[in-house]
């Protein structure tokens, strides 16, 4: 252990040494607050937008308003979905009997398109029977599965809501003047 005196080390001492490592120590937890009430800002604001005022508004019979200041006042319903590793499976599934398997992206080594998975298939099966290993991903790209589930949703069709993860909420916008 070294005492932070002030001995000479090259262009530093180990008091000034001593004096920047605690300065970091410092900044790092100032940091770590900021990170935390910032978590708890987002959380307050996220509570307002998608809960608070869409209840407001609903309890009001307005989807949108119009304050006398000039602020609009107005919300949207908005969609998530995610398929996770356990419901991989089962939502591939559901797509391909259901006739959506065109929205499944398929690479082995190369990628394949839309209503290109029997390609991929017969590739994969090809290059393992010549002894090649390979490796085969198939998923759905983020931005179209949410787009595939608002558009089923909203024309009323039996989507099985858990083994896409859906989740259907309504968030605020304010509009200033």
Sequence with gaps: MFE?????????????????????QDLNSQVEELEMELGKLKASTRELS???????????????????????????????????????EEAFEW???????????NTVSISFGRNEDESAKKLVHTLDTDGYTTAQKKWVEPMTLKAFVREQVEKGSDL??????????????????
């Design 50 to 88: 998608e809960i608070t005022i869409p209840n407001m508004l609903s309890e009001l019979g307005l989807s949108e308003i119009t304050l006398k200041d000039g602020c609009k006042i107005n919300t949207a319903t908005y969609y998530s979905a995610r398929i996770t590793e356990e419901n991989r």
């Design 160 to 177: 099985p809501l858990e083994t896409f993860n859906v989740y259907i909420g309504q968030k605020t916008k304010v509009i200033k003047k």
């Design 95 to 105: 797509l391909d009997s259901n006739g959506f398997s065109d929205i499944i992206k």
């Design 4 to 24: 932070p005196e002030d001995k000479p080390m090259g262009d530093a001492t180990l008091k000034a040494l001593t004096e920047k490592s605690n300065e970091l």
